[in-house]
């Protein structure tokens, strides 16, 4: 691995995206990120966010849109992931894809932003790109909030998709999408389900849209996991404790080996309240961004009553 710094406006525009998400999110099912790596202007101050609400089951017939934008269906959400597969996918076939911003600008956002930027790494080494082609196979199923629980600044979703992943094998993934008002949705993070794991039914409410995640816990969470790759505190010093059997665990002496930097902080955190009462996170750490060299996406549950943070997913790209 080699440390490649930032180039181009797209990954500034990623920077500055994250910023902007740490001040506006909170409190809307998607948890601010912590601004601990230098962007292009000073970063805004962390942001408490208040405790996270059970949306009532609405009995409309049809959610309510926003003021200023079109409310963001199930329908609409799935139907604007087959568009971004689409663009996807035919953007693999572009000769050196991850050395043009516009292509990079039109499909990523946050820490999936600068796979572009590592993917400049593995041309260094002459090695074939990382990236493959997602066909899922079936019908994925999308998790949104509903409308009005939006942030101001834009819609997300996550959605659970199998499809073959590196090294060729069907496994179920997770991903996030993003979009600000009147832009298309852009990736922000996604992983693989670890073997043997899976994906945990979320609360939905009478119309099928999820229940906000537990968002006091979602800042602890995130800092344990940067806590513990960053072997910098006490372990559960957060108040939260990895499990015994996480992928991380078996993981961090072997990338310790190598040429690990630590990770500078992580982006938004994207979730929902599981059916059994438990939080479910995903979201993805980076290096400081003028030195990236990988970037690691988690999948994380926390039970209902639990201080363990159960690893459902990972996906390290370096």
Avoid at 53 to 59: F, L, V
């Amino acid at each position: 691995m080699s440390m490649l710094g930032i180039r181009g406006s797209a990954r500034v525009r990623g920077v500055l995206l994250i910023a902007a998400l740490i001040v506006s999110l909170s409190g809307c099912g998607m948890v601010p990120g912590l601004p601990a790596w230098p962007a292009a202007a000073p970063a805004p101050a962390p942001v408490t966010p208040p405790p996270a609400t059970t949306p009532a089951p609405s009995t409309s017939a049809s959610p309510t849109p926003s003021a200023t934008r079109a409310a963001l269906t199930i329908p609409l959400a799935r139907q604007a992931m087959r568009e971004w597969l689409v663009t996807y996918n035919a953007t693999l076939k572009k000769r050196k894809w991850w050395t043009q911003d516009a292509r990079l600008d039109a499909l990523f956002i946050e820490g999936a932003l600068h796979e572009g930027v590592l993917e400049g790494n593995h041309e260094t080494f002459g090695w074939k790109p990382g990236h493959k082609p997602i066909n899922p196979t079936g019908t994925p199923a999308v998790y949104l909030p509903r409308p009005e629980r939006q942030p101001s600044i834009g819609d997300w979703f996550i959605a659970k998709a199998t499809y073959k992943d590196t090294k060729g094998y069907a496994r179920p993934h997770v991903l996030a999408f993003f979009r600000s008002p009147g832009q298309t949705f852009k990736l922000a993070v996604a992983t693989p389900i670890h073997w043997g794991r899976q994906l945990p039914e979320p609360r939905l409410d009478a119309g099928g849209y999820i229940t906000d995640m537990d968002n006091a816990m979602a800042r602890p969470v995130a800092e344990e996991y940067q806590n513990f790759w960053n072997n910098e505190k006490k372990e559960g010093a957060s108040g939260y404790r990895l499990a015994k059997d996480s992928y991380s665990r078996k993981a961090f002496p072997a990338v310790n080996k190598g040429m690990y930097v630590t990770f500078a902080g992580h982006g938004s955190i994207f979730g929902f309240r599981t059916a059994d009462g438990g939080s479910f996170f995903l979201f993805a750490m980076i290096n400081d961004p003028k030195s990236v060299n990988q970037v690691l996406s988690e999948a994380l549950l926390v039970p209902k009553g639990s201080k363990t943070i159960q690893e459902l997913g990972a996906n390290w790209f370096s």
